[in-house]
C-alpha cells in the first residue's frame, strides 16, 4: 500500500473518559497493561503497509507526542516519509470541527505523493489487514470506501458506533447521526479510503458551505454525490468512547479468545518499548484469571483484574475487577473492586476503593488516598 498515506484522526475526541483524559489525549490512555489506544491505529496502518502516517491531533497532545517519539517503534523513523505529526496551528480553531483541522495541513495532503488516503479515529480496538478493503475500494471504482461490523446476532452487545444502511449493491445510502437514528446491525467503524483529490475536495466544498466535521458534514451529506461504498470487516472489535466502554473493552480482554484474536496474529500490535524486569511473584499471593505487565511485585491478591508496568500490591490487599495503571502502589489490607487508577496513584494502608459492576470508579494521576 505504498500508495497510501495513512492519516489518524483525532479532532472529534473529546475528554469522554473524565479523570483518565484531564491530562491526555483519549488516544493516548494506555491499555491492556502497557498499550496506549492509538498502538492499535497504528499498527494496523504499519502492518499494512503504509510507510507515510500523520496524526492529527487537538490538544493535550504532550503524552501523544512522548508515547510516540520519532516513531521508531513502529518502523516510522525515515529519512523520507514515516511518522509526521501534525497539531492544529491555531487551537480555537479546533472546537468547530477536525475539517479545519485538515484545511490547516491541506499543504501536508498536496505534497505528499499518495493516491489515496485512509482515515482512522484513534480509539478502535482491533487488528486490521487494510490491503483487501484497498483491493475493493480500487474493484469497484469508488470515491470513498468504509469499513463496517455486521454484528447479526441480535444478543451480542453492540460497540458505541453509529450504524450504516447499505443497498444490495454495498453501496452506503445512510449513516446515522443523532437526528437520524437506523435500525441496522452494520456499525461505521469510522475508518474511510478515499481518493486523495475527493478528499481535498471534501475539505473545502465543505468548509465553504459552513460544514466542521468530515463525517457528519463532508461523507453523509454528500452520499447522493459520491459513490460510498461500504467493506465488511470480520474481526474483533471494540470501540472507546466513555468510561464504561474502556473498562469493559479491557475486561474483555481476560477471555483468552480475545486476547488471542488481538495480539496473537502474524500482524504484531506494538508499541513504545521499555526494559523492565519480569514480574515478581511472593508465597504469599494469589493471582486468577488476570494480566500483569513487566516490573509489578505482588505480595496480595489479584483477581479478574489488569495490572500496567510496574504495580506494587502489598501483602494483605484485595483487587477485583479492577484496572491499576502504571507505577501505582496498592498498600497492605487494602481493598480495590470494580476501579480504575491511573498512573501512580498510591492507596495507603487499610483503605478500600470499591464501585459498581456497572460503573467503576476512578482514581486520577498520581492521587494519595
Same mark, same amino acid.
Given at each position: 500500500?505504498?500508495?497510501?498515506?495513512?492519516?489518524?484522526?483525532?479532532?472529534?475526541?473529546?475528554?469522554?473518559?473524565?479523570?483518565?483524559?484531564?491530562?491526555?489525549?483519549?488516544?493516548? *490512555?494506555?491499555?491492556?497493561?502497557? +498499550?496506549?489506544?492509538?498502538?492499535?491505529?497504528?499498527?494496523?496502518? *504499519?502492518?499494512?503497509?503504509?510507510?507515510?502516517?500523520?496524526?492529527?491531533?487537538?490538544?493535550?497532545?504532550?503524552?501523544?507526542?512522548?508515547?510516540?517519539?520519532?516513531?521508531?517503534?513502529?518502523?516510522?523513523?525515515?529519512?523520507?516519509?514515516?511518522?509526521?505529526?501534525?497539531?492544529?496551528?491555531?487551537?480555537?480553531? *479546533?472546537?468547530?470541527?477536525?475539517?479545519?483541522?485538515? +484545511?490547516?495541513?491541506?499543504?501536508?495532503?498536496?505534497?505528499?505523493?499518495?493516491?489515496?488516503?485512509?482515515?482512522?479515529?484513534?480509539?478502535?480496538?482491533?487488528?486490521?489487514?487494510?490491503?483487501?478493503?484497498?483491493?475493493?475500494?480500487?474493484? *469497484?471504482?469508488?470515491?470513498?470506501?468504509?469499513?463496517?461490523?455486521?454484528?447479526?446476532e441480535a444478543k451480542l452487545k453492540y460497540p458505541p458506533l453509529k450504524r450504516i444502511e447499505t443497498d444490495q449493491y454495498g453501496r452506503v445510502i445512510s449513516i446515522e447521526?443523532?437526528?437520524?437514528?437506523?435500525?441496522?446491525?452494520?456499525?461505521?467503524?469510522?475508518?474511510?479510503?478515499?481518493?486523495?483529490?475527493?478528499?481535498?475536495?471534501?475539505?473545502?466544498?465543505?468548509?465553504?458551505?459552513?460544514g466542521c466535521n468530515l463525517i457528519s458534514d463532508g461523507l453523509s451529506k454528500n452520499l447522493h454525490n459520491l459513490r460510498v461504498y461500504g467493506f465488511p470487516f470480520l474481526?474483533?472489535?471494540?470501540? @472507546?468512547?466513555?468510561?464504561?466502554?474502556?473498562?469493559?473493552?479491557?475486561?474483555?480482554?481476560?477471555?483468552?479468545?480475545?486476547?488471542?484474536?488481538?495480539?496473537?496474529?502474524?500482524?504484531?500490535?506494538?508499541?513504545?518499548?521499555?526494559?523492565?524486569?519480569?514480574?515478581?511473584?511472593?508465597?504469599?499471593?494469589?493471582?486468577?484469571?488476570?494480566?500483569?505487565?513487566?516490573?509489578?511485585?505482588?505480595?496480595?491478591?489479584?483477581?479478574?483484574?489488569?495490572?500496567?508496568?510496574?504495580?506494587? @500490591?502489598?501483602?494483605?490487599?484485595?483487587?477485583?475487577?479492577?484496572?491499576?495503571?502504571?507505577?501505582?502502589?496498592?498498600?497492605?489490607?487494602?481493598?480495590?473492586?470494580?476501579?480504575?487508577?491511573?498512573?501512580?496513584?498510591?492507596?495507603?494502608?487499610?483503605?478500600t476503593i470499591q464501585g459498581e459492576n456497572d460503573r467503576p470508579l476512578v482514581i486520577a494521576k498520581r492521587i494519595v488516598i
Open positions: 500500500m505504498q500508495n497510501v498515506m495513512g492519516v489518524i484522526n483525532l479532532g472529534n475526541q473529546q475528554d469522554i473518559l473524565n479523570e483518565l483524559t484531564y491530562f491526555r489525549d483519549l488516544a493516548a *490512555v494506555p491499555f491492556a497493561g502497557k +498499550y496506549r489506544l492509538i498502538d492499535f491505529a497504528l499498527s494496523n496502518m *504499519v502492518n499494512s503497509r503504509i510507510k507515510d502516517i500523520a496524526v492529527l491531533p487537538t490538544n493535550k497532545y504532550r503524552s501523544l507526542i512522548e508515547h510516540l517519539g520519532t516513531g521508531r517503534d513502529w518502523d516510522l523513523d525515515r529519512k523520507q516519509g514515516g511518522l509526521f505529526i501534525l497539531p492544529p496551528t491555531y487551537p480555537k480553531a *479546533v472546537k468547530y470541527g477536525d475539517l479545519h483541522n485538515f +484545511y490547516q495541513h491541506l499543504d501536508f495532503f498536496i505534497t505528499g505523493q499518495q493516491k489515496y488516503v485512509l482515515i482512522s479515529g484513534g480509539n478502535l480496538i482491533a487488528n486490521i489487514d487494510y490491503r483487501p478493503a484497498l483491493d475493493f475500494h480500487q474493484q *469497484v471504482g469508488a470515491d470513498v470506501t468504509v469499513l463496517y461490523k455486521d454484528y447479526q447521526d443523532q437526528y437520524l437514528p437506523i435500525f441496522s446491525s452494520k456499525l461505521f467503524m469510522e475508518v474511510l479510503i478515499l481518493d486523495k483529490q475527493v478528499l481535498l475536495q471534501m475539505v473545502e466544498s465543505c468548509l465553504n458551505e459552513g474481526g474483533y472489535l471494540g470501540s @472507546v468512547n466513555s468510561v464504561t466502554s474502556y473498562y469493559n473493552q479491557s475486561m474483555k480482554l481476560l477471555q483468552s479468545e480475545n486476547w488471542k484474536e488481538l495480539f496473537y496474529q502474524p500482524r504484531l500490535i506494538y508499541t513504545k518499548s521499555k526494559n523492565e524486569p519480569p514480574s515478581r511473584y511472593s508465597r504469599s499471593c494469589r493471582v486468577k484469571n488476570s494480566l500483569a505487565a513487566n516490573g509489578c511485585v505482588i505480595d496480595g491478591t489479584v483477581e479478574n483484574s489488569i495490572l500496567f508496568r510496574g504495580v506494587k @500490591v502489598a501483602k494483605g490487599a484485595i483487587i477485583k475487577n479492577s484496572i491499576i495503571m502504571q507505577k501505582s502502589e496498592i498498600g497492605e489490607n487494602v481493598v480495590v473492586e470494580n476501579s480504575i487508577l491511573d498512573k501512580k496513584v498510591m492507596v495507603t494502608a487499610g483503605k
